[in-house]
């Protein structure tokens, strides 16, 4: 659990312009349920008010209970948060496309339910769980973070979920467990992208992380963002949230998790390795190879109002990473 200190990476509310912007969470709950919307609300409040109860309607009952009875997690950004319109319809998720839109378009038939994910590896208690199994001893939590994509573009979402370091714990990683790999569902008959050789991706989609990385406190499991069950395009029903890295780290609907002696491979470091790396930690002074990582787009945004907002080092989460990379050089372990 994280202390409840302010922490650098909670933005001076100095920085929140308006003030009225912010929403805390008893509004976005109005916003979701449909109900009125508080006055002196912005435009990002009204953009919630569509009908996300029915995306979520069709989920299990214990996974819908599970997100209710969130409790505030921390660190919370206190940037204004991202719509919901935005967060779910400006996606990337190859398996269901390359076009933003074409997860929200392509991902509502996909089938969450049932869903099992393997644990196996270096751990001494490997095995085959139901979703359900995997999410009872997990309290989750309610935590809002900033996301920021290698493209440079950004959200502030507020995530449902729980500590990837609990998980991993209740498995017992042996003495030699050093990273954790993690892989999505291939399944090209759900997936329309996984049998169209449009991206160059080798599917599954992989990921991972070092171990010290994994277990960081801000690693996290998710399984619903804005109080309600993930939506698909975001990666239902079982993702990854690393907030300090680009976000392709953060895989979605994730099958596999091995913990490895070795580095495993991750995708779009073996689609690009000159371009992306391993590691992937936010940081404004190291430029992707075609264009500059020193600012980004936060969402919402438009060819008019690009909304930029300068990059933070580690994506404003230096003072709880930082030390993980200590002596290491940032530019040659991009
Ligand atoms: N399996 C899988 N996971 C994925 C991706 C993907 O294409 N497939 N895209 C990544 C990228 S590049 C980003 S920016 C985030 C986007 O998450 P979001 O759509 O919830 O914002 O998911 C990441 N996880
Ligand atoms: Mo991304």
Redesign the pocket.
């Known amino acids: 659990m994280l202390i409840k200190t302010r922490k650098a990476s909670d933005i001076p509310s100095s920085e929140i312009t308006p003030e009225s912007v912010y929403l805390n969470r008893r509004h976005f709950m109005a916003a979701l349920a449909g109900g009125a919307v508080a006055s002196g609300m912005s435009g990002n409040a009204l953009a919630l008010v569509g009908n996300p109860a029915a995306e979520d309607a069709g989920r299990p009952k214990w996974w819908r209970n599970a997100v209710e009875q969130r409790v505030d997690g921390m660190p919370n950004a206190k940037d204004s948060l991202t719509p919901y319109s935005d967060?779910t319809r400006y996606?990337?998720?190859?398996?269901f496309g390359t076009g933003k839109t074409d997860?929200s378009e392509y991902a509502g038939k996909f089938k969450t339910d049932p869903w099992q994910v393997t644990i196996d590896g270096e751990v001494g208690k490997p095995g085959t769980f139901t979703l359900e199994d995997i999410l009872k001893p997990h309290p989750l939590e309610e935590r809002i973070y900033r996301?920021r994509?290698?493209e440079a573009w950004s959200?502030v979402v507020p995530w449902v979920g729980f500590s990837l370091a609990d998980l991993i714990k209740r498995f017992e990683p042996t003495s030699k467990a050093k990273y954790v790999a993690f892989e999505?569902l291939y399944d090209p008959e759900q997936m329309p992208g996984q049998s169209s050789r449009f991206s160059g991706i080798k599917w599954p989609?992989v990921e991972g992380l070092r171990l010290d990385e994994a277990m960081n406190p801000l690693t996290m499991m998710v399984v619903g963002l804005y109080g309600r069950t993930l939506p698909n395009?975001?990666?239902a029903p079982l993702r990854l949230m690393v907030p300090w890295k680009y976000?392709?780290k953060?895989?979605?609907?994730i099958v596999k998790i091995t913990l490895t002696e070795k580095q495993p491979p991750t995708t779009w470091n073996l689609l690009a390795p000159g371009e992306y790396g391993f590691y992937s930690n936010v940081n404004p002074l190291v430029d992707h190879p075609r264009w500059s990582q020193s600012r980004e787009r936060r969402l919402p945004n438009s060819l008019f109002d690009p909304n930029w907002h300068d990059t933070q080092m580690f994506n404003g989460y230096e003072e709880e990473v930082a030390s993980l990379y200590k002596g290491m050089d940032l530019k040659k372990f991009y």
């Open positions: 967060a996606n990337n998720f190859y398996e997860p996301f994509c290698v959200m999505t989609y395009q975001n990666g976000g392709f953060s895989i979605k609907s």
